[in-house]
Structures are given as C-alpha cells and as structure tokens.
C-alpha cells in the first residue's frame, strides 16, 4: 500500500506488460501521452513503438525477458498526437521474482535529453563549419603575402617590386578585414 501513491501518480509511465507485449498494467502517467489507462490496457506495447527501430527493439526486448532486470533500454513510444516521444526503461523480470511471464517496464520520458544531444550536435557541426570557412578566410590572405614576400625576395624589376608590394598591402588590408569581423563576431 505504501508504494501504490508512488507508482500511480510518480512521473515515470510504469508498464507491466507480458513476454509478447500485451500491456496489463499501466500508471496515472499515460496521460501525459495522450491516453487513458482504459485504452492502453489490453493493447500492444509494440504497436506504439517507431517502427523503424521495432524489429531491433523486438529483438532486445526477447533478450530482456531472460534477465533478471535490464537498465536504460532507450526507444520511442507513440503518443495519442501521432508524435513520438523518446524514453527510456528499466524493466524488473516478474518470472524471476514472482513466476510470472511479464515485466515491470519504468519508462522516463528522455525527449528533452535527445532534444538536447541533438541541438548539442547541431552546434558543434556549426562551429566545425564556421572554423573551416574562417581559416580559409584568413588563410587566403597570408598565403598571398607569403607568395609576393617570397617574390620580392628574389630581387624582382622596380615595377614588379611595386606591384608586389601592392598586393601585399592589398592582402593584408583583407587579412585586417577578417579578423575584425571575427573579433566583432
């Protein structure tokens, strides 16, 4: 009795569901999907999983059914609004503790997390790309006077020593560009 408050109206959606997936038992939670415990009750958990991942999910889920309890087994649960939220179980075995063919699934909604991961990812390729682009930005630059100093080491005519010398003048002002765009960036 103690326990009952806390599995009905805990945050986490507690399944219990048997070895082929009828869903026997689910919390006060559900309906932060979308349902009611009256509809879910009797349906198949498999029927609400993404469907590209069920064939790996059916797999891991045969696996779990010999074990004693598993940890953080991630998947996507459809919800009443045909979206798809991603959670994660830990799943206790009944067989093992009670002689049933079913398992206690504690399913945490980790949507944000994966929203998060996602946007983390976004970021990061960003930034990879921004660095790329200003390091040919400024590479152009110093490369062209690299080029016309090494040039004008060679003892060139007046006129090609002036041209040269504008053309460094000319890359270095670019150079000056960038890096103030990038400090004001």
Same mark, same amino acid.
């Given at each position: 009795?103690?326990?009952?408050?806390?599995v009905?109206?805990?945050?986490?959606?507690?399944f219990?569901?048997?070895?082929?997936? %009828?869903?026997?038992?689910?919390?006060?939670?559900?309906?932060?999907l979308?349902?009611?415990?009256?509809?879910?009750?009797?349906k198949? !958990?498999?029927?609400f999983?993404?469907?590209s991942?069920?064939?790996?999910?059916?797999?891991?889920?045969?696996q779990?059914?010999?074990?004693? !309890?598993s940890?953080?087994?991630?998947? @996507?649960?459809?919800?009443?609004?045909?979206?798809?939220?991603? !959670?994660? !179980?830990?799943?206790?075995?009944?067989?093992?503790?009670?002689?049933?063919?079913?398992?206690?699934?504690?399913?945490?909604?980790?949507?944000?997390?994966?929203?998060?991961?996602?946007?983390? %990812?976004?970021? @990061?390729?960003?930034?990879? %790309?921004?660095?790329?682009? /200003?390091?040919?930005?400024?590479?152009?630059?110093?490369?062209?006077?690299?080029?016309m100093?090494?040039?004008?080491?060679?003892?060139?005519?007046?006129?090609?020593?002036?041209?040269? %010398?504008?053309? /460094?003048?000319?890359?270095?002002?670019?150079?000056?560009?960038?890096?103030?765009?990038?400090?004001?960036l």
């Amino acid at each position: 009795l103690f326990f009952r408050p806390v599995v009905e109206e805990g945050s986490d959606v507690i399944f219990i569901v048997d070895y082929e997936g %009828l869903i026997l038992y689910c919390n006060n939670a559900i309906k932060d999907l979308g349902y009611s415990e009256s509809f879910i009750i009797g349906k198949n !958990f498999f029927d609400f999983i993404e469907p590209s991942i069920l064939p790996e999910f059916k797999k891991n889920f045969d696996q779990i059914t010999q074990k004693r !309890f598993s940890e953080s087994v991630e998947f @996507q649960f459809k919800c009443k609004d045909k979206s798809y939220a991603y !959670f994660e !179980f830990n799943s206790i075995n009944l067989k093992q503790k009670d002689g049933l063919d079913g398992l206690i699934l504690d399913c945490r909604d980790i949507s944000q997390r994966k929203r998060d991961a996602e946007e983390l %990812l976004r970021a @990061q390729k960003a930034k990879e %790309l921004f660095l790329a682009n /200003i390091s040919h930005e400024i590479r152009t630059p110093i490369n062209g006077i690299a080029g016309m100093a090494d040039l004008l080491s060679q003892n060139p005519s007046a006129e090609d020593q002036t041209l040269y %010398l504008k053309a /460094i003048k000319t890359a270095a002002e670019n150079l000056k560009v960038i890096i103030n765009d990038i400090l004001d960036l």
